[in-house]
């Protein structure tokens, strides 16, 4: 059923990178120990419906547990993204992932490659083995997503819920409903096949994505980009000791991304420390660390915030904006 590219109909591309979705347990009822990234994403489409007029086609991408995530995989995945969007007849993609990383793989590829056509993202909680897995009704949704013509840029599928690249977040450990969108709500619903939508689907300027896109490709390492959290009694020995070894390593620090309280705020001593890294040059980005909201500017604040983003998200825009700095983009 896959790669069958029937003349006169719109294909629909199936990237496959790993994950629960395509995991193998030794018994149905285990939903928890089984080993991610086993099952081929032609596998996984055994089964499931292509949507009417639609023509399915498979690319194995990579094959991991996306807890693992590298920087390689993702240059792979947006490349191929790329590839595929280009094809007049290809309405749009699916991305079968992990849900540990999912939404930081999301935001990159929306980051990098602004689309106007879909890129579905979709996983499960349970293993391609369980005895009643939710793979397949989520491939199911995510292909009526990528096949309609009212779907746009990135987004994730994931029980019959469809997030934005931007809002998405992981908020269950296991529960199969496991993805929320926070203030912002979900983008649609998918119902028997239908959307239902609720509001705009993302979109972002396509010129700085072109950009990133392009610098992200070249990049012989991207730059290094730590997350680190405020918390009761944090301290700022963890950034002074990065700072300490930055003339002996290979791969300096080149910025920070800290995981503030409530609306933006540090602890005194690891905000001091902050300070003194940006005085040395070091790139510094306050996220919250609460699941909602977002940090509203405060005038005196004299280290950036990263407004509505998460610090993982943070951290990928950080990454690319230093990558940007360092071509002479910005
Ligand atoms: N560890 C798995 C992964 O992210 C979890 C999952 O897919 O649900 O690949």
């Known amino acids: 059923m896959a790669d069958n590219i029937s003349e006169g109909k719109r294909r629909v591309v199936v990237l496959g990178t790993g994950g629960t979705i395509a995991g193998r347990a030794a018994t149905a009822a285990d939903n928890v120990g089984y080993i991610a990234g086993q099952v081929g994403v032609t596998e996984l489409l055994e089964g499931v419906a292509a949507p009417t007029g639609i023509a ?6 990579a094959q991991v547990d996306s807890k693992d995530m590298s920087f390689a995989i993702w240059r792979r ?3 191929r993204c790329a590839h595929w969007l280009a094809h007049a007849d290809v309405a749009g993609l699916v991305v079968t992932h992990g849900t540990d990383t999912l939404e930081e793989t999301a935001f990159f590829l929306q980051s990098v490659l602004a689309p106007v056509k879909p890129i579905v993202l979709t996983s499960a909680m349970r293993p391609a083995t369980a005895l009643t897995p939710d793979g397949p009704q989520n491939v199911r949704d995510a292909l009526a997503v990528a096949s309609s ?8 599928v994931c029980a019959g819920a469809v997030h934005s690249a931007f809002d998405v977040q992981k908020v269950h450990t296991y529960r199969l409903d496991a993805f929320d969108s926070g203030d912002a709500g979900p983008v649609a619903y998918v119902e028997e096949g239908a959307l239902r939508e609720l509001r705009r689907w993302p979109v972002s300027p396509p010129e700085p994505a072109r950009l990133c896109f392009e610098l992200m490709r070249h990049a012989v390492q991207w730059p290094r980009v730590e997350i680190l959290m405020s918390h009761a009694e944090a301290r700022g020995s963890i950034i002074d000791a990065l700072m300490a070894q930055q003339a002996g390593t290979a791969e300096p620090v080149q910025g920070l991304v800290l995981a503030a309280t409530g609306n933006g705020t540090l ?20 996220a919250t660390r609460c699941v909602q909201g977002r940090i509203l500017p405060t005038p005196s604040a004299a280290l950036r915030d990263a407004g509505a983003l998460t610090p993982v998200k943070a951290r990928i825009a950080l990454m690319l904006e230093l990558m940007s700095i360092q071509a002479g983009g910005a």
């Open 56 to 61: 399915l086609q498979a690319e194995q991408v």
């Open 77 to 79: 995945l947006a490349e």
């Open 149 to 156: 013509p009212h779907a746009q840029g990135v987004v994730v």
């Open 267 to 286: 602890h005194e001593a690891l905000e001091a420390a902050a300070l003194r890294a940006q005085a040395a040059g070091i790139a510094v980005l306050r």
